[in-house]
């Protein structure tokens, strides 16, 4: 039967002030020698074990094991035995709800006989172990529980309020030890944690080889944190399930062990939040106990990964030891996996950049042969008379190779355009008249028309197309038909390439105005407006192409007819 410890002890009425000093002093080196051992350590679990041992001696009891509060699933874990088995220490049920929930309240509570508890599991424990004698203390620090202490004797035995007492204090003490342990252990971690996220920071921001960032994660996890590996499994877009992307420290045959997108702990990670297991052995969010058990698993901490508050996958730190793994430590791993996931939405973005631009190249690579196919020259210019582009046939009619001509001022080109020629009528804002030029005499004699167009942006010039076209061969009866059937062929030609090339070219500015949305960093914003500016300007060349194709014929000198597009 369970007693709360409120009630006066048995005591020997023979008992003599003397023996009372002994008693005193003897308790007093107890608890001089248990201070000593806690002064003596900053690593709590170092602390724990040695309480468990000291006290079984120094209380003369059989056994002595602390219990650790996991405040994830309100549950006590084991800290440190000595004295049991560890199939009694495995047991499913530690004792009886009564007993924890006066613990606690901050009581502690004394079971003369185990044999006599309600719960049968506990006494089926306590018998095959041999215990008879319980006393449950709770281990408090600033008035919080943070875990229980038991000792436990094999025949019964009867503890005075000078015995409780005692015990009492020392777990006040090792309340203490074991907080300000943790704390010191978290100052260390927090040293670990933040040098970690340096170094992986750092890489993510000096590769886009997201192979290797995936795979330096994993191992930084599990270093930091001490565990025994780490594994990081994206979602795959397609079927919806769980992929693995990287490991570390496990082995194959346990990463091959099955799908786990239906897990509990998974589900629970893929909804956003951190779960944080103890015994993996026997949680009902594991689905592989066995295979974990093979392992070597104990505990595991698993993460979501996220990229732009999407969860994409989940980060898990496997220990090999049992492990409560404290907020500290769940905060490096949330913050690692934050990493890993702009890691992956910067190569991503790098991936659309590349594609875009290799979309862009070929669009103009495609566009510039068509312009070099056509039979004209043509010419490009901005609104500061400087040459932005010159097709093979201009090149050729003036003698000069393309770097000669492109950003030199169209006035300096030694060119027979006329004086008052369509671009400047373009550029001074008149109306475009064409210009009809005769060269050479006699059978030498040729005839040039010389016509411009204006390319707007948002109501502004950007720039003018030249196009100079020998109309010799209209001049002449015999060749007008072949020339104008070459040149309705050339201009169809080049509508239809025109209407071909604004499909992908306006597909390629689409995802370049979606994708700038997404795009934080100042500098690749600013890389994606040149290639909106470009696709821009590519379309409004291919939209005058578009506007060119087709001819009219009208009046010129006497009988004879000039083309006008």
């Given at each position: 039967m369970t007693t709360e410890l409120s009630t006066q002890p048995v005591m020997s009425r023979e008992s003599s002030a003397d023996s009372d000093l002994d008693r005193d002093r003897r308790f007093l080196g107890v608890y001089q020698k248990v201070s000593r051992l806690v002064s003596m350590s900053l690593d709590h679990q170092e602390v724990m074990e040695t309480i468990v041992r000291s006290l079984?001696?120094?209380?003369?009891?059989?056994?002595?094991?602390?219990?650790?509060?996991?405040?994830?699933?309100?549950?006590?874990?084991?800290g440190a035995a000595h004295g049991v088995s560890l199939n009694y220490l495995s047991r499913e049920v530690i004792d009886t709800e009564d007993t924890l929930t006066q613990v606690r309240s901050g009581t502690p509570v004394y079971s003369a006989n185990a044999a006599e508890e309600s719960c049968p599991q506990f006494r089926q424990a306590a018998a095959q172990e041999g215990i008879k004698s319980i006393l449950t203390v709770p281990i408090l620090y600033k008035e919080e529980l943070i875990g229980i202490m038991r000792l436990l004797t094999r025949k019964t035995r009867q503890f005075t309020d000078a015995e409780i007492g005692l015990?009492?204090?020392?777990?006040?003490?090792?309340?203490?030890?074991?907080?300000?342990?943790?704390?010191?252990?978290?100052?260390?971690?927090?040293?670990?944690?933040?040098?970690?996220?340096?170094?992986?920071?750092?890489?993510?921001?000096?590769t886009l080889d997201i192979d290797h960032i995936f795979n330096v994660v994993v191992e930084r996890a599990a270093v930091s944190l001490g565990a025994k590996g780490c594994t990081l499994r994206l979602i795959n877009s397609e079927s919806g399930l769980l992929e693995l992307a990287a490991s570390y420290g496990v082995s194959a045959s346990y990463l091959h062990r099955g799908e786990v997108s239906h897990e509990r702990n998974i589900q629970v990670v893929l909804n956003g939040e951190p779960v944080a297991i103890y015994d993996v052995r026997r949680d009902p969010r594991i689905e592989y106990h066995e295979q974990m058990t093979t392992e070597g698993i104990c505990s595991l901490l698993a993460v979501p990964?996220?990229?732009?508050?999407?969860?994409?996958?989940?980060?898990?730190?496997?220990?090999?030891?049992?492990?409560?793994?404290?907020?500290?430590?769940?905060?490096?791993?949330?913050?690692?996996?934050?990493?890993?996931?702009?890691?992956?939405?910067?190569?991503?973005?790098?991936?659309?950049?590349?594609?875009?631009?290799?979309?862009?190249?070929g669009?103009?690579?495609?566009?510039?042969?068509?312009?070099?196919?056509?039979?004209?020259?043509?010419?490009?210019?901005?609104?500061?008379?400087?040459?932005?582009?010159?097709?093979?046939?201009?090149?050729?009619?003036?003698?000069?190779?393309?770097?000669?001509?492109?950003?030199?001022?169209?006035?300096?080109?030694?060119?027979?355009?006329?004086?008052?020629?369509?671009?400047?009528?373009?550029?001074?804002?008149?109306?475009?008249?064409?210009?009809?030029?005769t060269l050479g005499k006699d059978e030498s004699q040729r005839w040039l028309e010389w016509t411009a167009f204006p390319i707007y942006d948002?109501?502004?010039?950007?720039?003018?197309?030249?196009?100079?076209?020998?109309?010799?061969?209209?001049?002449?009866?015999?060749?007008?038909?072949?020339q104008s059937g070459k040149l309705q062929?050339?201009?169809?030609?080049?509508?239809?390439?025109?209407?071909?090339?604004?499909?992908?070219?306006?597909?390629?500015?689409g995802t370049a105005e979606l994708?700038?949305?997404?795009?934080?960093?100042?500098?690749?914003?600013?890389?994606?407006?040149?290639?909106?500016?470009?696709?821009?300007?590519?379309?409004?060349?291919?939209?005058?192409?578009?506007?060119?194709?087709?001819?009219?014929?009208?009046?010129?000198?006497?009988?004879?007819?000039?083309?006008?597009?």
């Open positions: 079984t001696e120094l209380l003369t009891v059989d056994a002595c094991t602390i219990r650790l509060l996991d405040h994830s699933t309100r549950s006590f874990v084991l015990v009492v204090g020392l777990s006040e003490q090792i309340g203490v030890a074991i907080s300000h342990g943790r704390m010191f252990k978290e100052m260390e971690d927090r040293l670990v944690f933040l040098n970690g996220i340096y170094e992986i920071s750092t890489l993510v921001n000096s990964v996220k990229v732009n508050d999407e969860v994409i996958g989940a980060l898990r730190i496997l220990s090999d030891r049992p492990r409560i793994f404290t907020d500290s430590a769940i905060r490096f791993a949330v913050t690692l996996a934050e990493v890993g996931g702009a890691a992956i939405r910067k190569a991503r973005s790098y991936q659309k950049i590349t594609r875009l631009m290799r979309q862009v190249q669009h103009e690579a495609f566009l510039a042969s068509i312009i070099d196919s056509l039979q004209h020259q043509l010419l490009v210019i901005d609104p500061n008379r400087r040459v932005v582009l010159a097709n093979r046939v201009y090149l050729e009619a003036i003698g000069k190779e393309e770097k000669e001509v492109l950003g030199r001022p169209y006035t300096e080109l030694d060119s027979i355009a006329p004086e008052d020629s369509p671009v400047e009528q373009v550029l001074q804002g008149r109306e475009m008249n064409p210009c009809l030029q948002e109501g502004d010039l950007s720039y003018v197309i030249e196009i100079v076209r020998d109309v010799t061969s209209e001049h002449l009866l015999a060749e007008e038909r072949l062929a050339i201009l169809s030609l080049a509508g239809t390439v025109a209407h071909e090339v604004n499909s992908p070219l306006f597909a390629a500015l994708l700038v949305e997404e795009l934080r960093l100042p500098e690749e914003r600013e890389e994606l407006g040149v290639i909106i500016r470009n696709l821009k300007q590519i379309g409004e060349l291919t939209g005058k192409m578009v506007s060119m194709t087709g001819f009219t014929d009208q009046k010129y000198v006497g009988e004879r007819k000039i083309l006008s597009f």
